[in-house]
């Protein structure tokens, strides 16, 4: 008798709600020591003095896969059906850890994906620390955030398979629910105004370093920066030119002077050098008959060799006054 669903409960997805948990899990429940001295006779206001007891979460432990009181007291909420503002009571007391946790998983196992995502996802904003009994039996430690993410994003919890929820941005898309506004939004937006007000008090502070910088970047200033950059590139490349053109006929001239005092040179050793019969002293046969032609040239031009005596002599005088001969 004490085992059974309160006659006034209602049916959760279309069964019992003790069914949600598994049948093994529900007897071992039923046979546990905690369940039968503590929770008997439980009630929605009792209830909430055992969840203040509390002092560590879990599904079942060691060999025998004993289940612990935080899972207990869930059954007990399944059994009883406690209204959905004491639910809500509990998911938002701020003092009592365990408790808020408690309302979460129920509500989590019991609420619609609406309410889910409505009173569980401002959870994220607590981050005491919480005590976590494993399979093993030993304890480990956790945080109501972390704890929170995990009912709303995981399949099993304290051994309980939980049941299917729809994403949050399908509900979105349906208009069930508003774009999901974090709880530390408000404190996001302090710190941004904070930074903006530190940004423009040194903008204001470093105004004139910012006009003369600008002032520098002017186009007009860029303009006649690459003027100047061009005509230093000009003058160079010209001066660059001129002494190649100066070293250029430079090496010409040199050139030209070493050519001719080469030619000077050639000249010369021709000049000076002679014949082997010259220098054996040897006088050529043809050498007399080249003078004696040269010589008749000679007399033929000033005009002494007339065959008139008169004229020959007038030829002489002639020439001796250095007038040109007479060719009568």
Not at 8 to 21: C, D, E, F, H, Y
Not at 196 to 203: H, N, P, V
Not at 241 to 246: I, L, P, V
Not at 306 to 316: L, S, T
Request: hydrophobic share 25%.
């Amino acid at each position: 008798m004490a085992n059974r669903t309160d006659p006034l409960a209602k049916s959760i997805r279309g069964t019992n709600p003790q069914n949600l948990v598994e049948k093994i899990l529900r007897t071992k429940i039923y046979q546990n020591t905690y369940w039968k001295e503590q929770c008997f006779g439980l009630t929605a206001e009792t209830l909430v003095d055992k969840a203040m007891e509390l002092d560590h979460l879990g599904g079942t432990n060691g060999g025998n896969r004993r289940p612990t009181p935080f899972m207990c007291l869930v059954m007990k909420m399944l059994q009883i059906q406690p209204d959905k503002e004491i639910v809500v009571e509990f998911i938002k007391n701020p003092e009592y850890k365990y408790v808020r946790v408690l309302g979460a998983f129920y509500l989590r196992l019991t609420g619609t994906d609406v309410d889910v995502y409505r009173y569980l996802e401002p959870l994220y904003n607590d981050y005491r620390k919480l005590r976590l009994q494993l399979n093993d039996g030993k304890f480990t430690l956790t945080h109501v955030d972390e704890y929170i993410d995990e009912l709303l994003t995981k399949d099993y919890s304290c051994d309980i398979a939980l049941p299917r929820i729809k994403k949050r941005w399908t509900l979105e898309g349906l208009g069930s629910l508003e774009p999901r506004r974090s709880a530390l939004e408000d404190d996001f937006e302090e710190e941004e105004e904070k930074d903006e007000d530190d940004q423009l008090a040194d903008g204001l502070d470093s105004g004139a370093n910012d006009k003369d910088y600008y002032r520098a970047r002017s186009p007009t200033r860029e303009k006649d920066r690459d003027r100047k950059r061009d005509s230093h590139r000009y003058r160079r490349d010209r001066d660059r030119g001129r002494k190649r053109s100066h070293s250029r006929s430079r090496s010409r001239s040199r050139s030209r002077d070493r050519k001719d005092r080469d030619d000077d040179e050639r000249r010369r050793r021709h000049r000076t050098s002679a014949s082997p019969k010259r220098r054996s002293g040897e006088v050529p046969e043809d050498e007399p008959k080249k003078k004696k032609k040269r010589e008749k040239v000679a007399m033929k031009e000033d005009g002494t060799d007339h065959p008139d005596p008169e004229i020959a002599e007038q030829n002489r005088i002639r020439a001796s006054l250095g007038l040109k001969p007479l060719r009568v």
